[in-house]
């Protein structure tokens, strides 16, 4: 098939686009992690959330956080008309640094969590979760 | 002043000294988010429990900062460790002031 102008433009516009769109999602998120760590990075750790693939019902979303030896755990929902969702802080009695919960998610999004270790780093996880009805009364 | 607001705590009766025991709270509370509106599209306000604090004998065990974004009735789950016999106390603060408590002894041998 012959590569016309209007093809080529069409194709390069298209690829633009592309291009921008994740650039941008990620970014929003990244506003939110920042705006808990300070502006620090948050890397890879010890640190797992465990949460539905498909949740059912957003109003009611089991979902379990732990990092050993963490100072605090923060929970995020990126799509939700407020990202914060919980902040959990360990004391010396905790048996482990790790709570399990309940949560609210508006939509199909990632629930990220985030936690403090005792050196003042950040380190996070983040899944996917499916929401098929919304649970924040929007 | 939020009213039918009931805490409900499951701790182990006894347990051995240096054990894990797992600790489940629930309470009862709409946790109204402020994102639903009324019948006349007016946004009904938020009024959420916003912070739930556990200590051991005094010691802190974990103190939860709630958003919106928890679903009504909170359940939290969580470990503690316990070296000697003693009480647990659960505290949670309401965004309106009031504040409920429950308590738990666990006998450690």
């Given at each position: 098939m012959k590569l016309t102008r209007r093809d080529a433009l069409a194709m390069g516009l298209g690829a633009t686009v592309v291009a921008m769109l994740p650039m941008r999602l990620s970014a929003a998120a990244d506003d939110a992690i920042m705006a808990y760590t300070g502006g620090a990075e948050a890397g890879e750790g010890d640190i797992t959330l465990t949460a539905p693939e498909i949740a059912e019902n957003g109003n009611t979303v089991p979902i379990g956080v732990a990092a050993p030896g963490a100072v605090e755990i923060m929970v995020l929902a990126l799509a939700n008309p407020s990202p914060d969702v919980a902040l959990f802080?360990?004391?010396?009695?905790?048996?482990?640094?790790?709570?399990?919960?309940?949560?609210?998610?508006?939509?199909?999004?990632?629930?990220?969590?985030?936690?403090?270790?005792?050196?003042?780093?950040?380190?996070?996880?983040?899944?996917?979760?499916?929401?098929?009805?919304?649970?924040?009364?929007? | 002043m939020a009213t039918g607001v009931k805490p409900r705590v499951k701790v182990p009766k006894t347990a051995a000294a240096g054990d894990v025991i797992t600790i489940k709270t629930l309470i009862s509370h709409k946790m109204e988010s402020g994102n639903r509106k009324d019948k006349d599209g007016n946004k009904i306000p938020?009024?959420?429990?916003?912070r739930f604090t556990c200590d051991f004998n005094g010691t802190s065990v974990i103190d939860m900062t709630m958003y919106p974004a928890i679903s009504t009735n909170p359940y939290v789950e969580f470990q503690a460790k316990v070296d000697a016999s003693g009480e647990f106390k659960f505290t949670w603060y309401d965004d309106d002031g009031d504040i409920y408590e429950a308590a738990k002894s666990i006998s450690v041998s």
């Open positions: 802080k360990f004391g010396p009695a905790a048996g482990a640094q790790a709570a399990k919960t309940r949560i609210r998610l508006a939509g199909t999004q990632d629930v990220v969590a985030i936690a403090k270790m005792p050196d003042g780093s950040f380190i996070k996880t983040s899944q996917s979760v499916k929401v098929t009805i919304g649970g924040c009364g929007g | 938020r009024s959420i429990i916003n």
